[in-house]
């Protein structure tokens, strides 16, 4: 069965500096993965996704993820974090049986 | 506006009292799901249906059932509920799983039994 790893609760960046929220997977197959972000009293809105291809997908809002399949990892970057960027994020994967699996999520805070 | 709503919001009840929690989506997905999300272990899901008629569970699906009998709707119902099943639930669909779409999810109901 596949899973996902979200390995950091917390995550605490300045703003203006890079971000990494980091996820690894295990999965049977070829993965298909996710990010997703959830801001309060929100549901989670897509942020990019792998599906083939190019290891270094691009997203919403400046965010990108680079495939690692080696590693097995798919972390969230961006060059230069905001304030407004603080949320719960989360990882998913889905495998070629259709089921799909989410990460505890991580939570970013960018202070001023 | 392309959406999934989910019907009501917040809802506190007690043991044994048997509720619905609606969704719907506007898009004509194939695809549609429920997750429970809880402090520490993320999103969970409940049930999912790969298309009319058609309802498969998901990795907790005990105490809950659904049906699907349009496309539109996918309504959790919640026979006899408990205090564990106090939780934030979500509603998502997608067009497909298979072809790697994301999912479009509600803006969730915070379900509180005493």
């Known amino acids: 069965a596949q899973s996902v790893a979200q390995p950091e609760d917390q995550v605490n960046v300045a703003e203006g500096n890079p971000l990494t929220v980091k996820c690894t997977y295990s999965v049977s197959g070829n993965p298909y993965l996710f990010w997703y972000v959830q801001y309060p009293n929100r549901g989670l809105q897509f942020l990019l996704k792998y599906i083939t291809g190019d290891n270094l997908v691009k997203g919403s809002y400046g965010f990108e993820a680079e495939f690692n399949k080696s590693q097995t990892s798919f972390h969230l970057k961006k060059p230069s974090a905001l304030v407004s960027d603080s949320a719960l994020y989360f990882c998913?994967?889905?495998?070629?049986?259709?089921?799909?699996?989410f990460g505890a999520g991580t939570r970013l805070t960018v202070k001023p | 506006e392309a959406q999934v709503t989910q019907n009501p919001r917040y809802l506190i009840t007690v043991t044994g009292k048997k509720l619905t929690v609606t969704c719907s989506q506007n898009?004509?997905?194939?695809?549609m799901s429920w997750y429970r999300q809880d402090p520490g272990l993320g999103l969970r899901q409940i049930y999912y249906s790969m298309n009319v008629e058609v309802t498969d569970k998901g990795d907790v699906p005990e105490g809950y059932k659904v049906s699907r009998k349009e496309k539109r709707n996918f309504p959790l119902i919640l026979e006899s509920p408990s205090p564990n099943q106090t939780s934030l639930y979500f509603c998502?669909?997608?067009?497909?799983?298979?072809?790697?779409?994301?999912?479009?999810f509600g803006p969730g109901t915070r379900l509180t039994v005493t």
């Open positions: 998502a669909s997608s067009p497909f799983p298979g072809q790697g779409y994301e999912q479009y």
């Open positions: 898009m004509n997905h194939e695809y």
């Open positions: 998913a994967v889905r495998d070629t049986n259709n089921d799909m699996r």
